[in-house]
């Protein structure tokens, strides 16, 4: 059975009547955002939401996540750095790299080579088989770069990214 639920634009919104949930997810549609209007903060994440959720999609078949990729991209750019200078400089937690360069490693895209300097440091590098798949990732990435602009437009998209070099 279906009911309509008035949205905050007056359109009507079907409402299943089931104990399932579906009730609850569809009445979230008629909840008013204009408390939000405004909030730059709250903008962006949403934005950042649809990149994330983009960004999955189109690198699905290849199974990277933007942070995979992030780092493979500057291990790729930075061949030896160590897990500290990747971890501060994209400001990711030590933790949270070290697990995700475990599992780069393990699909052979990244090697450690330890620190002839410091043994208690490794080098990071991309494999043969990493610099390949960073190359396939790199077109796909464009590819929903692609996507942003047709969501934003060009010219949107270029003074975005001005604005958040700052952040860089």
Same mark, same amino acid.
């Given at each position: 059975m279906t009911a309509s639920v008035a949205r905050a634009d007056n359109r009507p919104s079907p409402r299943k009547r089931a104990g399932n949930g579906a009730a609850a997810r569809d009445a979230a549609d008629g909840v008013g955002l204009d408390a939000l209007a405004g909030h730059a903060g709250y903008a962006v994440r949403r934005f950042q939401i649809w990149i994330f959720q983009d960004f999955i999609k189109t690198l699905g078949e290849v199974d990277i996540r933007p942070t995979q990729y992030s780092v493979l991209t500057v291990i790729g750019a930075n061949p030896g750095l160590s897990q500290m200078a990747v971890a501060k400089r994209l400001g990711i937690e030590r933790a949270r790299l070290v697990?995700? +360069?475990?599992?780069?490693?393990?699909?052979? !895209?990244? @090697?450690?080579?330890?620190?002839?300097?410091?043994?208690?440091?490794?080098?990071?590098? +991309?494999?043969?088989?990493?610099?390949?798949? !960073?190359? @396939?990732?790199?077109?796909?990435?464009a590819e929903h770069e692609r996507h942003v602009e047709a969501k934003i437009g060009r010219e949107n998209r270029q003074h975005l990214l001005r604005i958040l070099a700052d952040f860089t």
């Amino acid at each position: 059975m279906t009911a309509s639920v008035a949205r905050a634009d007056n359109r009507p919104s079907p409402r299943k009547r089931a104990g399932n949930g579906a009730a609850a997810r569809d009445a979230a549609d008629g909840v008013g955002l204009d408390a939000l209007a405004g909030h730059a903060g709250y903008a962006v994440r949403r934005f950042q939401i649809w990149i994330f959720q983009d960004f999955i999609k189109t690198l699905g078949e290849v199974d990277i996540r933007p942070t995979q990729y992030s780092v493979l991209t500057v291990i790729g750019a930075n061949p030896g750095l160590s897990q500290m200078a990747v971890a501060k400089r994209l400001g990711i937690e030590r933790a949270r790299l070290v697990h995700l +360069l475990d599992s780069l490693e393990q699909r052979k !895209l990244v @090697k450690r080579i330890k620190s002839k300097t410091d043994r208690r440091s490794h080098a990071l590098h +991309l494999t043969a088989q990493g610099e390949t798949a !960073l190359a @396939k990732f790199k077109r796909l990435a464009a590819e929903h770069e692609r996507h942003v602009e047709a969501k934003i437009g060009r010219e949107n998209r270029q003074h975005l990214l001005r604005i958040l070099a700052d952040f860089t």
